[in-house]
């Protein structure tokens, strides 16, 4: 049970991600609040400091730092598109997180000097000013500096963000998941066996003991067996197919039992994937509903293929029944329902499940990833 | 001796009750039947005095076969299943009894002792089908003969249906069928909402109404959609205008 959740757990993460955009857009707008106050912050600081210093142009201080706002808000900007699209898959291992955007540090860095510069230089001079600074050297030194500690400070704080939401969308995805598989437990269980089924067989014992003392002994035995079968302990999800195939057998047995001369059943079996692990019952409401759609209904002669074989790496169950067919306003039953549910639980977006219609009959068809089973 | 009939899908169930049934010195099994049309016909050609009818029949199910069944001339009905709660409960007011899958002998000594006190009660047999008819969608589909044989039709199909003595013929598009019932019992079967009696003897499906041409002495005519033309009598017209104008 623990390595099948923890498998769950670990495979649908793909589903996760469009889950998780969600949740870091509705906290980028903190970020850019946080990011305004910042900078409002810086400003105010430097314009301070430059009265201080008994400076008297206000322009000159908003201009500077505004400037250097301008740039590092296109910076973030870059990062919570690009970046986040390329770099976000790695929030699981911040070493590398951190790696990949550091590596731009440079780029930054001399773009931060030239562009910036630039400007400040152009813009004095369209006053008829000249932009004085320390030598170039000392302030590529200075500024870099400067952006590394301050590119380290909102990566930082980007991180915590991104990483708490990420692991918030996980989380959520987590409990849908968990949710998902006790219910499907649930369902299974519940429609493992239909209460109709056991009733009819009981009833056809009931008959045969006054005609046929062997056969009613022979099927009390088989409901047995299916009895003990069915009320073993959940625990194990996977069975081997051979057992999987033995409890439909034992089914079928008792059914033809019952309608010996209205149904014929095949068996296509490649017996190479006896040994592949499929979810325990699995097939179990497909053939009830082979029996009870058509067998049960209909006045005809029906047959029903039962199959597992193999499709590259994947094992591909069906079951497929002459003497029945989906009406036009046709909704999914319960049993195929369960099918899909725990074949999604168990192996996400690796397994499928549909059924098809046509003339001559309905098939239903699961297609799941074909492993060793490993008790 | 009373007549029985047995329909059920499974020859082991049948063979048990049948047995059972001989047993009694009282009790002639007229007829056994594997599926529900046959059960139909069988009830139909041998009118048995009581019919135990399995639920879960090919063709139709139990409740469909009695669904189907002209009130006034139904057996006694005994159901028989193995697991329905919904029909169960609806059965515990009105059957004569029904029978849980498996039984055994004393409970059906029980039943035969219900069914021996209550034979030729109409008002019984009525009410059994009565109820099958609200579980069933007996209003959608109606049982009619086709050569030797039984067959459904969708009462959608039905233009018109005309009484004869103890026969109605039941005219859909492409053919008519005669039907051993009487039409009170058949409107009630098909109910109010999609048929309306327009003369003592006659009954249209208000879809095929085209047109209400005037007679003299305030008779009218009803144009149905095959062109064919009906008296609406004096008694019926108030009922059916106000209806079509609805």
Redesign the interface.
Known sequence: MAAISSEAAADPLAGGLTLEAGAIRRSDGLLYALWGLFWVLLIVIAARDYFHGGGQQLWKPLFWEGSSAVFSTLLLVLQRTAGRRSYNRWLGEPMKWFGHHLKWLPVCALGFVVVVYGVRHGVYALLGQTYRHEPWAFVIGYESLKLSLFIGLWLGVIFSFDSFAHWRAQQQHLLALQRALAESRLAALSSQL???FF??A???????M??DVARANRLLTRLGELLRASLQPQGKDLVPLAEELRLLELYTQIMLE??AD?VTIEWRIDHALLTRGVPAMLMQPLVENAFKHAV????QRVHIEIAAVRDGGNLVLSVRNTGSSLPPDFHEGVGMRNCRERLQVLYGEAATAWLNGSATGVEAVLVLPCREHSP | MIRALLADDEWAARAKLALWLSEQGDIDVVAQCEDGIVAAEAISRHAPEVAFLDIQMPGLTGLEVAAQLEQGEAPLLVFVTAYDAHAIRAFELNAIDYLLKPFDKDRLLLTLARVRGRIRDRAAAASAVATARAQTHSSERLLVPDGGQLQLIETATIEWIEADDNYVHVHTLSRTYLLRRTLQDLLSQLGERQFARIHKSAAVNLTAIRALAPLFKGDHEVQLGSGKTVRLSRRYKDALFARMQR
Request: hydrophobic share 35%.
């Open positions: 239909r209460p109709h009733f009819n009981l009833n056809t014992i009931s008959a045969l006054h005609l019952r309608f209205r049960e209904r209909g006045r």
